[in-house]
């Protein structure tokens, strides 16, 4: 039996309420979707949602909120990707990777200017094509002084440009050695601390999350059901198919990243 229409007309209301005033309910409801997406596609390969989100919310929001609110999304995604693989963490990691993001969110809030961008993002993607493909970083690199460096190099760009991820799941990757849950469950753990100073040195520089809290709040909601999806998918992957898809998905975002860098050079 059909749903009584006035369902639907008290619907529309409801979401006017709730979601930006300045976006059209159907872009909000556009975004709500695809945050489930790529939060799947995160959680089964590792890699990749995040950008993926990043460049839809490019196209889609006000300059000044997508950083701020991507932010937000990806912190929500990430605590429950990393809530859904907790045992698989490596602590000791996270322990020496949570100083440094302090540090670089700390240097970040004294510099909030804009960076040479095509710079920042060629000087991300060789970064990213080294780890993948080239030797293993060195021993200090992994080390727990090398991994607090490189938290808060990567958490002190990630203010200004928000594409660092791809160059952090590819450090955790060399750390875990490429075993899956280890990898998707601790880089879960990395990105959360990366991604929460954002709302404090957001709202201090006078971002009113308060506008945005609505989509954020079920941005979040439909990224967990995406992560449990993509959870289920990973399971029925080995460690060395895992391996491939991941080192392939980074060097296209790479790509990505130096294809942009030259248009914008």
């Known amino acids: 039996m059909p749903l009584p229409l006035a369902n639907e007309h008290q619907l529309m209301p409801l979401l006017t309420e709730v979601l930006p005033a300045d976006l059209p309910a159907l872009t909000s409801l556009m975004l709500i979707a695809v945050s489930a997406l790529t939060s799947a596609v995160t959680a089964s390969l590792g890699i990749g949602g995040g950008v993926l989100l990043l460049a839809v919310m490019a196209v889609a929001l006000p300059p000044a909120a ?11 995604s990430n605590i429950s990707r990393a809530s859904m693989t907790l045992r698989h963490i490596n602590l000791r990691l996270i322990l020496w990777f949570a100083p ?25 993607a060789a970064f990213i094509l080294l780890l993948c493909w080239g030797p293993p970083i060195p021993r200090i690199a992994t080390s727990a002084v090398g991994t607090l460096v490189a938290a808060a190099i990567t958490t ?8 660092t991820g791809p160059l952090v799941a590819a450090f955790v990757k060399q750390q875990q050695k490429g075993e899956r849950f280890s990898t998707v469950a ?5 990105m959360c601390l990366q991604h929460a100073p954002k709302a404090i ?9 308060a506008d945005w809290l609505g ?18 998918l990973l399971r029925r992957l080995n460690d060395r198919r895992f391996t491939l898809i991941f080192n392939l ?12 860098a030259l248009l914008a050079g």
């Open 215 to 232: 989509l954020i709040v079920l941005m979040i909601l439909s990224g967990a059901v995406g992560t449990w999806l993509g959870l289920r």
């Open 186 to 190: 601790t880089f879960a753990a990395a």
């Open 66 to 76: 997508i950083i701020p609110v991507h932010g937000m999304v990806q912190l929500g």
């Open 156 to 163: 002190f760009i990630s203010l200004f440009v928000g594409a």
């Open 201 to 209: 040195i957001y709202g201090a520089a006078g971002f009113v999350f």
């Open 249 to 260: 998905l980074l060097t296209l975002l790479a790509l990505r990243l130096v294809w942009q």
């Open 100 to 124: 440094g993001a302090l540090l670089g969110a700390w240097l970040g809030s004294l510099f909030l200017v804009e960076l040479p961008l095509a710079l920042v993002q060629l000087c991300i």
